[in-house]
Nanobody
């Protein structure tokens, strides 16, 4: 089992910044990828950014150039630095951790961007 604890969400004005953190504990061996998804009201959950064990990263087109994902392997923690936030970034953000045998989800953290 892997437990995930997220932090860092909140309310920010458009153009502002937030940093999300997700710490993994438990059986963290063989974690291949760590990342973030988000789900806005009435919409499907969508991938935002992912970093895999090699260090390669993936970003949704909508956040490229504004969000940066990073991973501290020693702490089993993944971060999402979100800059130049827009109202359309408002969503519940979920941490996602992929191991060889299954994936795990965090409880979600609300990010609200006011215009």
């Amino acid at each position: 089992q892997v437990q995930l604890v997220e932090s860092g969400g909140g309310l920010v004005q458009a153009g502002g910044s937030l940093r999300l953190s997700c710490a993994a504990s438990g059986n963290t061996i063989s974690i291949n990828a760590m990342g973030w998804y988000r789900q806005a009201p009435g919409k499907q959950r969508e991938p935002v950014a992912t970093v895999i064990s090699t260090g390669s990263t993936y970003y949704a087109d909508s956040v490229k150039g504004r969000f940066t994902i990073s991973r501290d392997n020693a702490k089993n923690t993944v971060y999402l630095q979100m800059n130049s936030l827009k109202p359309e970034d408002t969503a519940v953000y979920y941490c996602n951790v992929a191991r060889v045998d299954r994936t795990y989800w965090g409880q979600g953290t609300q990010v609200t961007v006011s215009s």
